[in-house]
């Protein structure tokens, strides 16, 4: 089903060796996110929760900060990142039909890794090369001028 790629098991051993030496510090949540992000590569629930906790701050001024900064995932990240540009000059030179091709053939919405754990897909708005659009990227490297096949064919290389 889409957007329901299984959840890795945590390790909450290295988690709390990430979180120690920040240990009621909450002015240090967003060091403490990042690294913890780059770690275990994103951050479910349970380890908001321990981070709260350790930092001395409630799990909803965590979640705040989580869900504010576009940077943080609450969900896993697949191998290889797709962000696709949605903004005006994309979204007119045909990015919704590349959307809809990465929804039907991957099964996954905007946010979402597939099953596999292949890709994640982000979309986003501008790219700063509006005059190559319709832009994407794939683990940071742009493609210009995307039609639906392209898009698909581009992404096979990432396999
Ligand atoms: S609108 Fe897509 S790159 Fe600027």
Redesign the pocket.
């Known amino acids: 089903m889409a957007g329901c790629c299984q959840e890795k098991t945590i390790d909450m051993e290295k988690l709390d060796a990430l979180i120690k030496p920040y240990q009621g510090q909450p002015s240090a949540l967003i060091e403490v996110l990042h690294k913890v992000q780059d770690s275990i590569g994103y951050l479910p629930r349970e380890v908001q929760v321990r981070i709260a906790k350790a930092l001395g701050l409630s799990l909803s001024e965590v979640f705040s900060v989580v869900s504010f900064y576009t940077r943080f995932t609450t969900k896993p990240q697949g191998k290889h990142k797709i962000c696709l540009?949605k903004?005006?000059?994309?979204y007119v030179k045909g990015a919704p039909e590349i959307l809809e091709r990465f929804e039907k053939e991957l099964g996954i919405e905007s946010g979402d890794t597939t099953d596999d754990g292949m890709y994640s897909l982000e979309v986003v708005r501008?790219?700063?090369?509006?005059g190559?659009?319709?832009?994407m990227t794939v683990d940071g490297t742009a493609h210009g001028m995307v039609k639906p096949d392209k898009a698909m064919s581009i992404l096979k290389k990432y396999k």
Do not use: D, E, N
């Not at 903004?87 to 994309?90: D, I, L, N, V």
């Not at 190559?132 to 832009?135: A, D, H, I």
């Open positions: 540009c903004g005006t000059a994309c501008c790219l700063g090369a509006c190559l659009g319709p832009v």
